[in-house]
């Protein structure tokens, strides 16, 4: 009788004490707060994606609501205005929104690239033939810095050819496929969709060996939300692992879904080899910087020396 009550009060512990390990757990998911991240549904963000739609961020207890904006100017607009906790950006512009003043770090690098496509009907086929055309471009982004970095490397001067801005990535598509432009920048799976109705890639951001875009985070932020920030960095290397095992057909809807494009217009999107979270290359924010001051659009005295919070990327 002794024994049996023994075994009785053991397994009683056991079970109050699982149960506890259970609360704890709980609460600490809890005490996570909600991460606000502004981006433009391309190939860069995926591997966060695939993290929130496979349940990766459940269950490290992080909580993320994708903010998704379909132009640059909107989504910096909403971040410059507190409204996001961060967003996912061009390093051009997230060099030029600190530079004049935003309280920002760029945390880690993405992957991604720029395809310069080009219309139809607008007889270019080489570099060369840029010069008299209109390229479109998003104002002070790595739109417009690729395509002068573009035309500089055909010896082409930025006065003779005309930069229309359009900001917003489906109206300068359209614009391309009606003939309205020549040719413009677009991350995947735009320019997949592009070529799958006879635009043609003329030159890629990674042939130019620049590094499109990064995650950035407000100093607000990453002062309030630091193991925030680190789940959400801990995700994007679990949805990177995810990718690297599974077929594409797998992530491929979730980069359809959140495009809003159908999956039959993305499935031929160029694979990228994505990596774990790293930090962004000091040639690459060099590069942008001379192109920013050249601009005249930051000072020439900016060196970048606090653009990038190295805390997050082990």
């Not at 500089?152 to 930069?163: G, M, R």
């Not at 690297?244 to 809003?260: F, G, M, N, Q, V």
Request: hydrophobic share 40%; proline share 3%; aromatic share 8%.
């Amino acid at each position: 009788m002794k024994r049996h009550f023994i075994s009785i009060t053991l397994i009683l512990t056991v079970l109050l004490f699982a149960s506890c390990k259970g609360k704890e757990k709980i609460a600490d998911h809890i005490e996570l707060q909600q991460l606000t991240l502004g981006i433009i549904p391309s190939m860069d963000y995926i591997p966060f994606a695939v993290a929130q739609k496979q349940g990766i961020y459940d269950s490290l207890g992080l909580s993320v609501d994708f903010v998704k904006f379909q132009s640059a100017s909107d989504r910096d607009n909403a971040f410059k205005t507190g409204k996001l906790d961060g967003a996912i950006t061009d390093l051009t512009h997230a060099i030029f929104l600190q530079a004049n003043g935003a309280g920002l770090k760029i945390i880690m690098k993405t992957d991604g690239a720029l395809y310069l496509l080009t219309g139809k009907e607008s007889g270019i086929r080489k570099l060369s033939d840029l010069k008299l055309t209109n390229i479109g471009v998003s104002e002070n982004t790595a739109a417009e810095f690729f395509t002068d970095i573009t035309l500089q490397s055909a010896n082409i001067l930025t006065e003779n050819v005309n930069k229309p801005k359009i900001n917003k990535i489906p109206v300068r598509l359209e614009m391309l496929q009606n003939g309205q432009i020549d040719a413009s920048f677009f991350p995947e799976p735009f320019a997949t969709v592009a070529r799958n109705n006879g635009m043609k890639t003329l030159i890629t951001s990674k042939e130019l060996g620049i590094n499109v875009s990064g995650t950035i985070f407000s100093e607000k932020a990453i002062q309030e939300k630091s193991e925030e920030i680190t789940a959400l960095v801990q995700g994007y290397n679990l949805g990177v692992e995810f990718i690297k095992t599974h077929p594409a057909k797998e992530w491929i809807k979730i980069l359809a879904e959140d495009s809003e494009l159908p999956e039959s217009a993305v499935k031929h999107v160029h694979s990228t080899d994505f990596q774990k979270a790293e930090l962004p290359e000091a040639k690459d924010l060099k590069a942008n910087i001379s192109w920013l001051k050249a601009k005249q659009l930051i000072k020439n005295n900016f060196t970048g020396e606090n653009l990038v919070d190295s805390t997050f990327v082990k």
